[in-house]
């Protein structure tokens, strides 16, 4: 009659353990149950370690691990014996996580860095004015055509400035802070004293600029 062996912790198992013999060396192992096997033994015998227990019943399809009986054959397979069930399973489970990227220098640091660059190769009298922005863009109402009052063809000549000329002489190269490099070639009736008026292609782009404080350098 077959006995129930009942899963034993304890100082008296792992000396039965010691004394049955070390690890077998064999991949795949047919172990005879004794009346002194447990599964707990069996781990430790032949993989030096407690945390085989799952393997050995999965392996041979036992589902109580606190019951094996005498005379029954199980399979010992210690290919995998430095990677346990249980671990196994966690990083299965676990999800694949992703590569740390590090961070970009931000955008707008960035264009400050380059603005600066950019002024410091101007050199020349500079001033503080309010610039507005016209288009000869037939969207905009307030626009003059397509000419200037020194008669420069914008839709050639885009890059353009309306200046007081008590201020800024007309044909003036200028460098204005945020727009770029033009020339004082246009007037208008609301352009007096520190205002200039600098030209755009389109109205959206009159729109987006708006009206803002520029320091504006007289190159010549």
């Known amino acids: 009659m077959k006995l129930v062996k009942t899963f034993l912790f304890g100082s008296a198992v792992v000396a039965g353990i010691v004394a049955f013999g070390g690890k ?5 192992i047919e172990h005879v149950v004794t009346p002194s096997d447990t599964l707990w033994g069996l781990s430790v015998k032949y993989f030096g ?10 392996d041979n399809d036992i589902a109580n691990k606190d019951l094996i009986y005498d005379g029954e054959v199980l399979l010992i397979n210690t290919d995998e014996k430095n990677q346990p069930v249980a671990t196994k399973a966690a990083e ?3 999800p694949a996580q ?5 961070a970009e220098p931000e955008a707008e640091e960035t264009a400050a860095n380059e603005t600066v660059s950019e002024q410091s190769s101007y050199s020349g ?6 610039a507005t922005a016209y288009s000869s863009d037939p969207a905009d ?15 050639e000549n885009p890059m353009a400035v309306a200046v007081d000329p008590s201020v800024i002489p007309l044909g003036s190269h200028l460098y204005v802070e945020g727009y770029g ?5 246009d007037t208008g009736g609301a352009i007096q004293g520190n205002i200039i008026d600098v030209h755009f292609p389109t109205y959206a782009q009159c729109e987006a600029w708006g009206r803002q404080q520029v320091k504006v350098t007289i190159l010549n």
């Open 181 to 185: 490099e033009a020339y004082a070639v």
């Open 125 to 130: 009298t500079t001033m503080y004015m309010e």
């Open 24 to 28: 077998a060396d064999a991949a795949e």
């Open 49 to 58: 370690s407690e945390n085989y227990i799952d393997k050995i019943a999965e």
């Open 92 to 94: 299965s489970e676990a």
């Open 141 to 155: 109402a307030l626009g003059g055509g397509i000419y200037t009052a020194t008669g420069q063809n914008l839709l």
């Open 98 to 102: 992703e590569p740390v990227q590090q």
